[in-house]
Every structure is written in C-alpha cells, then in structure tokens.
C-alpha cells in the first residue's frame, strides 16, 4: 500500500509560482510512477502532469507544459511540482497519484492523496 500526503498549496498572483509536494510512505513507494491532477470548481478533474518510477520520462498536459515541472526524489519518496506563471485557470484542488504503470490516464492510478488547494488571484 501506498499512502500520499499532498502540501506546498495556498494563495499565488497571478504570475506567480509555487512548488507543490507529495510524501508517498509504503515500502513500495518509489516504484511507482507518480501523476498529478487537478479538478477546479465545477469541472471534471484532469491530468496535469506524470514522472515514470525511475523519473526519466515525463508527460504534461498542454495547458500547462513550459510552464509546470514534476520531479521526484526517490531516497525520500517525493514527487515534486513546480509551477510557474500561475494563471487564474490554474486555481484547482490538485491531487497526487501513485501507478504501478506510466501514463495520464486516471483509472490507472490506484492510490490518491487528499489534495491541495491551490488559489490564484488577480
């Protein structure tokens, strides 16, 4: 079992950045490749970016590639996402997600963190 706490959210301008965490505990952790989603208000939850277990390949959504960066750690099982020129669509709940197989598609991701909000103001 994997179990994954999600932190580093808050309030950001627009333009600004913020640099989002994911601790995955389990003895497995850093087998698996890690996902990040988003689901703003009134919206279906999305794919935001994906690191495969050994972080040598990574995917983005194209609302957000040049602009957002997944990295992991693997001594200390953390995913990371940097986001930079934040844009007021990209005010969401943000979620982190362990698969034991690389993609962006949700069903394949097996264990969810709790989310983190992220803000972005005018």
């Known amino acids: 079992q994997v179990q994954l706490v999600e932190s580093g959210g808050g309030l950001v301008q627009a333009g600004g950045s913020l640099r989002l965490s994911c601790a995955a505990s389990?003895?497995?952790?850093?087998?698996?490749?890690m996902g990040w989603f988003r689901q703003a208000p009134g919206k279906e939850r999305e794919f935001v970016g994906a690191?495969?277990?050994?972080?040598?390949?990574?995917a983005y959504a194209d609302s957000v590639k040049d602009r957002f960066t997944i990295s992991r750690v693997n001594a200390n099982s953390t995913v990371y996402l940097q986001m930079n020129s934040l844009k007021l669509e990209d005010m969401a709940v943000y979620y982190c997600?362990?698969?034991?197989?690389?993609?962006?598609?949700?069903?394949?991701?097996?264990?969810w963190g709790r989310g983190t909000q992220v803000t972005v103001s005018t």
């Open positions: 389990g003895r497995t952790a850093s087998t698996y490749a």
């Open positions: 690191i495969s277990s050994s972080g040598l390949a990574r």
């Open positions: 997600a362990a698969s034991q197989k690389y993609g962006r598609t949700q069903s394949g991701y097996t264990h």
